[in-house]
């Protein structure tokens, strides 16, 4: 893993310690430790400033949520962590000011997404507890059943995601880069070192972006993703027919239920 992602997405390796290898860049920053493939330990997202962070934390104690104590060492002493209805530990903070290496192509970390099977649990917590906002809602003709959900956080699209499958794990995470270029010169990238893209290239209905993806060799998921759309604080959820048109609007789909 740590070779893969130095070689295929030009993140830079230091062991931090017995366990655990910090993957640096200047856009994108990963931490790995031993466990389980395709599980996560921890997804950070980082508050705007020191006022951000604090009018969050307010929010959530406001909000009875427990709140636990996680460090990182890629994050400011003030971070802290919530647990959210599947299990997943979210944690918020400040980045320190680590630039690493400039990466080989663009791509900032931009979201992760959870396959669920409590898609509307989860949506009402992230809804009413934590404040993000919907911006599309993939929904059966047939039974008025949500099967996706993409939540804001600030004007890009979704910073996170739910879908409707079988069984709750990580589904995927992905790199924003900047133009239809960049998809281009990752595929190739891509192509050097032998790694197969697995889905796309294709342009979500949800959300408008660009998208290939690939997987790591532990399996994970990860989208190169461009153009993803911008949406503004009181913008209404739009609704889109379960089907393959909100995930792919090129073509095929790949259906998590
Ligand atoms: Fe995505």
């Given at each position: 893993m740590t070779r893969w992602y130095?070689?295929?997405?030009?993140?830079?390796?230091?062991?931090?310690?017995?366990?655990?290898?910090?993957?640096?860049?200047?856009?994108?920053?990963?931490?790995?430790?031993?466990?389980?493939?395709?599980?996560?330990?921890?997804?950070?997202?980082?508050?705007?400033?020191?006022?951000?962070?604090?009018?969050?934390?307010?929010?959530?104690?406001?909000?009875?949520?427990?709140?636990?104590?996680?460090?990182?060492?890629?994050f400011?002493?003030?971070?802290?962590?919530?647990?959210?209805?599947?299990?997943?530990?979210i944690l918020l903070g400040l980045p320190k000011s680590l630039r690493g290496k400039r990466e080989i192509l663009p791509g900032r970390l931009q979201h992760v997404v959870f396959a669920t099977n409590q898609l509307k649990r989860n949506v009402a917590f992230y809804t009413d507890t934590l404040g993000f906002k919907v911006s599309d809602i993939v929904r059966e003709d047939t039974t008025g059943e949500d099967t996706a959900c993409f939540l804001r956080s600030d004007k890009m699209h979704h910073s996170i995601a739910f879908f409707r499958a079988p069984k709750t794990k990580l589904d995927h995470f992905a790199n924003e880069a900047d133009c239809w270029n960049d998809i281009r010169d990752w595929g190739d990238h891509f192509a050097a070192n032998k790694v197969e893209i697995v889905w796309g290239a294709g342009r979500?209905?949800?959300?408008?972006?660009l998208f290939?993806?690939?997987?790591?060799?532990?399996?994970?998921?990860?989208?190169?993703?461009?153009?993803?759309?911008?949406?503004?604080?009181?913008?209404?959820?739009?609704?889109?027919?379960?089907?393959?048109?909100?995930?792919?609007?090129?073509?095929?789909?790949?259906?998590?239920?």
């Amino acid at each position: 893993m740590t070779r893969w992602y130095q070689n295929v997405m030009g993140l830079s390796p230091q062991i931090l310690a017995d366990n655990l290898v910090w993957l640096s860049g200047s856009q994108r920053n990963m931490l790995l430790t031993r466990g389980t493939p395709g599980t996560l330990r921890f997804a950070a997202f980082s508050a705007h400033d020191d006022k951000h962070l604090k009018n969050i934390k307010a929010h959530l104690i406001a909000q009875k949520l427990h709140l636990k104590k996680l460090s990182s060492p890629l994050f400011k002493n003030s971070c802290f962590a919530f647990v959210d209805p599947d299990g997943n530990n979210i944690l918020l903070g400040l980045p320190k000011s680590l630039r690493g290496k400039r990466e080989i192509l663009p791509g900032r970390l931009q979201h992760v997404v959870f396959a669920t099977n409590q898609l509307k649990r989860n949506v009402a917590f992230y809804t009413d507890t934590l404040g993000f906002k919907v911006s599309d809602i993939v929904r059966e003709d047939t039974t008025g059943e949500d099967t996706a959900c993409f939540l804001r956080s600030d004007k890009m699209h979704h910073s996170i995601a739910f879908f409707r499958a079988p069984k709750t794990k990580l589904d995927h995470f992905a790199n924003e880069a900047d133009c239809w270029n960049d998809i281009r010169d990752w595929g190739d990238h891509f192509a050097a070192n032998k790694v197969e893209i697995v889905w796309g290239a294709g342009r979500h209905g949800a959300g408008n972006n660009l998208f290939i993806f690939v997987r790591d060799p532990d399996g994970n998921s990860l989208e190169i993703s461009a153009e993803l759309e911008m949406f503004s604080y009181n913008q209404q959820p739009r609704i889109w027919s379960h089907g393959p048109r909100p995930l792919n609007l090129w073509g095929e789909a790949w259906m998590r239920s």
